[in-house]
C-alpha cells in the first residue's frame, strides 16, 4: 500500500464524540502527509466482521473504542504485551506478515502523560487508585510497569476491586470506598480512574487533607478539563495531571505504525484539543 494512500480509523458505537479524528488530522496536516483517518460507527454484532474487511477495505489500522476492546482482543491474530496485561485492545496494525494485530497504548499514554506534566510521579511507589473499570486495568498495569509495589484499589463494588486486584499481581490490594481517606496518609500518587466528575455524571468527593504535600494528583476525566478534584487539589497546592493529556499521548504509537512518522503531542495540538472541548460545552 502506497504511504501516501493510508487510511486509519476508530471505530466504536457510538463514535460520533471521538476526539481521535481530530488528534490524528492535526498530525497528518502537519506532517504533510496525504493518508486519512476517520470514525466508523460499528454496532457490537457487525464488529467482527468489520474487523475482517478492514485490509480490504485499504485501512492500515485503527483504533478500537467503546464497546469492541475486549472484543477485539478476542479476534486479533496477535497480541503486544500490554494488551495481554490489560486484556483489552485498542489500536490494531497489520505485521509485515500480514497478520492482524492488537495492542493497548492506554498505559503509555497515562504514563507519558505523567512525565510531561509532573515528572516527580516517576519516585513514588504507593498509589490510590480509585474505580476499577477498564480504564483502571490500564492505570495499574502503567504503575506496576513503573515500580509502583504498593497500589490501592478503591472501589464501589469491593468484589470488583477484589476481582481486579487478583487479576494485576502482587503489590495491589482492594478496598471499599469509604476507606479512602484512610489509605491517603502515605501516598505519592492519587488517580481516578473513575467516570465520577465527569460532565453529566455524579460528583467525585474526596477528602484530599490525608495526602502528603509531594503527592500527585491525576483524573483520566477530560470533560471538563479541570474536574472538580483537580481544583481542590490545586488548591491544596499539590501537583496535577488532568485527563486530556493521557488521551492525547494514548494515540502516538497508532499513529507511527499506520503512518511511519511519530508525531509530537506539541503545545498546538493541545490548544486545538482544548478549543474543540470547549465548543462541546
Given at each position: 500500500m502506497a504511504e501516501s494512500s493510508r487510511r486509519a480509523f476508530v471505530c466504536g458505537h457510538p463514535v460520533a464524540h471521538s476526539r481521535s479524528p481530530l488528534i490524528h488530522g492535526y498530525w497528518l496536516e502537519e506532517l504533510g502527509l496525504a493518508g486519512s483517518y476517520e470514525g466508523v460507527d460499528v454496532a457490537p454484532d457487525a464488529f467482527p466482521e468489520f474487523l475482517g474487511?478492514?485490509?480490504r477495505d485499504g485501512f492500515a489500522g485503527g483504533n478500537v473504542?467503546?464497546?469492541h476492546k475486549e472484543a477485539a482482543f478476542r479476534i486479533v491474530e496477535k497480541r503486544d504485551r500490554d494488551a495481554e496485561a490489560i486484556g483489552a485492545v485498542n489500536t490494531i496494525w497489520f505485521d509485515a506478515d500480514g497478520r492482524l494485530c492488537g495492542g493497548n497504548t492506554d498505559a503509555y499514554g497515562f504514563a507519558a502523560n505523567l512525565d510531561d506534566e509532573v515528572p516527580q510521579w516517576a519516585e513514588g511507589r504507593k498509589a490510590v487508585v480509585l474505580?476499577?473499570?477498564?480504564a483502571a486495568r490500564a492505570i495499574l498495569h502503567a504503575l506496576k510497569q513503573?515500580?509502583?509495589d504498593d497500589i490501592r484499589l478503591a472501589n464501589r463494588s469491593l468484589p470488583r476491586a477484589r476481582e481486579l486486584a487478583g487479576r494485576s499481581g502482587g503489590g495491589v490490594?482492594?478496598?471499599r470506598w469509604e476507606a479512602v481517606a484512610g489509605l491517603l496518609g502515605d501516598a505519592d500518587l492519587l488517580v481516578n480512574t473513575s467516570a465520577l466528575g465527569m460532565k453529566g455524571e455524579s460528583a467525585l468527593e474526596v477528602d484530599l487533607d490525608p495526602l502528603p504535600a509531594h503527592a500527585v494528583v491525576a483524573d483520566i476525566v477530560y470533560v471538563p478539563l479541570e474536574t472538580a478534584l483537580l481544583k481542590a487539589a490545586r488548591a491544596r497546592g499539590l501537583a496535577?495531571?488532568?485527563g486530556l493529556g493521557m488521551l492525547l499521548y494514548q494515540a502516538v504509537p497508532g499513529f507511527e505504525r499506520w503512518f511511519g512518522q511519530r508525531p509530537t503531542v506539541s503545545e498546538g495540538l493541545r490548544k486545538k484539543a482544548v478549543?474543540?472541548?470547549e465548543n462541546a460545552q
Open positions: 474487511s478492514i485490509g473504542t467503546i464497546p474505580g476499577a473499570g477498564g513503573r515500580g509502583y490490594s482492594a478496598h496535577t495531571s488532568e478549543a474543540d472541548l
